[in-house]
């Protein structure tokens, strides 16, 4: 895997969005770059993925991906993460028996409450679980301290970021339509296009379009509006068009939906690009003069482990890509010594601190009419007039996203229902033993039939993206569990402030409101007391337990900031403490805001780069 060349321009740690668009950047420059990725490189296609996912005994959006969740492959023993040399967190570790078990779970979990959200460690793979949401973020989102007096300000204003956003749509290839997005103080430049037209809207979303006419929140309407999605709905930098296979989440089928492979790829062309896959950073080492020195690396040829190579990299400037986790796992390690006790980069004492997630509420019902879900992209309209508003001074804001797989998230539809009609049984609710009766109906034939085309056609649910505030309480520390590369395992302490709670509660009125409009019938469950990802709180007078699920949006960490005593980089990602050491990605947001994070991702990536080249002259 090692290559002799040390004579590097940048070594970026991490190949998921930020690192591939940085690479991307920086080669088209001609700067020799190298990225240290910790799982496995791209590889030549997707068909080992799809295998992968297609014979897992659980699709969830870690299935496609190395290493396996289950060993042996197909078996349902979960992988003991303490084995695996580059360990990655899995949904299927969220129950009440597993959540704190350093053999089930890679997160070593303090609680009190489970952090939810997972993320993949293959090259490019932090996205790949990605739906291909590419909202902007609104002006208010970068200024709530001022507005709202809540959270923080953002070191930037939304009209600062827009020519990048601007580049970043490009680079993904946004499908939308400037005059559908142009709400809640969102502006374009004149004249611009998304590179793409819309992706057309779902007879899911028509149906809860036509419902909602007219209907207000808190004075605030509710509108469905197309979702700018990272999609083709024309063929677009080597892709196909979205063909509408419902599976954008773990993996398309088809690659229409962009991923950072694209950019890496991309980046690999330019000649000045290489990539160390199976190598994971595990040291950035300072100089006497502040600057860093150079990053210690561990290799493995086997996912089980143990290390097979070891070395130091050196460059002219240094990128840390590895997520809002691993992130500040590397720079907490690092302590040179002694040198550094609280690790590199730290001096405000903020790394690992502000871990942030869109917690997310799920509710789910049958409409009167079919509304035809299972086909097309799992989302493609939602909710987003509520996203900003007044009420941010008291509570949490959210977006809501209106699915196109009818109840596959929530009970893991269609085949759930199917099992429950064929072996007599009400897991779903849409087999409830019939009056007189003790116990469902087992069907067939056209019974079966008819009750499948009855119920499954009417399913469709809400997600509804809670905005979490930033709490020094919530962190990413260092655990005493060790992998098998003899680091330690990441350490996360996770809860939800009182303001995000009533996020919730506004989020449940708000479901029930649309789905009386609709009259539709809502199924959505209540959570066993038990649940790690669940919550008691006030709705009317009486306590309703609540249930989170992780949107997948990690985000805070080292986090930007104005000030260095109170943040870990500034508008550029660059290190306060180290000026050649960026830090980028989602761990540098200040707070999580109101959309799903990756379009601002890409657009920071591209600023970042930016300022590295001229900082390289």
Same mark, same amino acid.
């Given at each position: ?132 949401t590419s909202l902007r973020f609104l002006p208010n989102d970068f200024q709530m ?88 709905s024309q063929p677009y930098q080597n892709r196909r068009v979205c063909a509408g ?140 007039? /509520?996203?900003? #508003?007044?009420? +941010?001074?008291? $509570?949490?804001? *959210?977006?809501? &996203?209106?699915?196109? @797989?009818?109840? %596959? ?42 009750? /499948?085309?009855? #119920?499954?056609? +009417?399913?469709? $649910?809400?997600? *509804?993206?809670? &905005?979490?505030?930033? @709490?020094?309480? %919530? ?143």
């Open positions: 895997m090692s290559n002799p060349q040390t004579d590097y321009d940048v070594v970026i740690v991490g190949a998921g969005a930020s690192g591939s668009i940085l690479a991307k950047q920086l080669g088209l420059a001609g700067k020799k770059v190298l990225v240290l990725e910790a799982g496995a490189g791209v590889p030549p296609n997707i068909n080992a993925f799809m295998q992968r996912f297609y014979t897992s005994v659980a699709k969830t959006p870690e299935s496609p991906y190395t290493p396996d969740l289950f060993t042996p492959p197909g078996s349902g023993n979960l992988t003991d993460p303490s084995t695996l040399a580059a360990g990655r967190p899995t949904v299927l570790t969220l129950r009440a028996d597993n959540w704190q078990d350093p053999h089930q779970a890679y997160l070593i979990q303090q609680g009190p409450k489970a952090f939810a959200s997972t993320y993949e460690r293959v090259a490019g793979g932090t996205m790949r679980h990605w739906l291909g301290q001022t507005v709202y007096q809540q959270e923080v300000n953002w070191p930037i204003t939304y009209g600062e970021l827009d020519p990048w956003y601007c580049k970043a749509e490009t680079e993904i290839g946004v499908s939308a339509n400037v005059a559908e997005q142009s709400f809640l103080g969102i502006t374009f430049p004149q004249g611009y296009n998304y590179p793409m037209q819309a992706i057309p809207h779902s007879l899911v979303d028509d149906a809860v379009d036509a419902a909602t006419q007219g209907m207000t929140w808190e004075t605030l309407p509710v509108n469905v509006t197309g979702t700018p999605a990272g999609r083709n296979n419902t599976n954008c989440i773990p993996i398309c089928p088809i690659q229409a939906k962009y991923d950072p492979s694209v950019s890496l790829n991309s980046a690999l062309d330019t000649g000045n690009v290489t990539v160390w896959p199976q190598t994971v950073a595990s040291h950035v080492t300072i100089g006497e003069d502040k600057q860093v020195s150079g990053i210690d690396y561990v290799q493995y040829q086997q996912v089980t482990g143990p290390a097979t190579a070891s070395g130091t990299v050196t460059a002219k400037i240094y990128v840390i890509a590895a997520h809002a986790i691993e992130t500040p796992r590397l720079l907490l390690m690092s302590k040179n010594g002694g040198r550094y006790p609280n690790g590199v980069a730290n001096t405000s004492g903020c790394v690992g601190q502000n871990l942030m997630d869109h917690p997310l509420y799920l509710a789910w019902a049958l409409a009167p009419q079919p509304v035809y879900p299972y086909r097309g992209p799992l989302a493609t309209a939602g909710i987003e007039s /509520l996203r900003d #508003g007044a009420f +941010r001074s008291e $509570r949490a804001a *959210f977006r809501i &996203e209106i699915g196109n @797989e009818g109840w %596959n998230f929530a009970v893991g539809d269609p085949d759930t229902t199917t099992i429950d009609f064929i072996n007599g049984m009400n897991v779903s609710q849409l087999n409830p033993p019939a009056a007189g009766e003790s116990a469902p109906s087992a069907l067939w034939g056209s019974a079966l039939v008819n009750a /499948l085309n009855h #119920g499954l056609s +009417r399913q469709f $649910r809400l997600g *509804f993206l809670v &905005e979490q505030s930033p @709490e020094a309480t %919530n962190y990413v520390s260092l655990s005493d569990e060790l992998d098998p590369l003899g680091l330690p395992r990441p350490e996360i302490h996770y809860d939800l402030s009182d303001y995000t709670r009533k996020g919730f509660v506004a989020a449940k009125q708000v479901a029930d409101a649309i789905f009386a409009k609709m009259g539709a019938t809502q199924y959505t469950t209540t959570p066993a007391p038990n649940d790690p990802t669940s919550f008691e709180y006030e709705v009317d007078g009486k306590p309703t337990r609540f249930k989170y699920f992780g949107a997948g949006h990690i985000v805070g960490t080292y986090r930007m900031g104005s000030d260095p005593c109170t943040s870990v980089v500034d508008a550029n990602q660059r290190s306060w403490d180290h000026s050649n050491l960026y830090l980028v990605g989602s761990g540098t947001f200040p707070t999580v805001t109101t959309a799903n994070p990756t379009l601002t991702i890409a657009a920071f990536s591209l600023k970042t780069a930016d300022a590295i080249l001229q900082q390289l002259g």
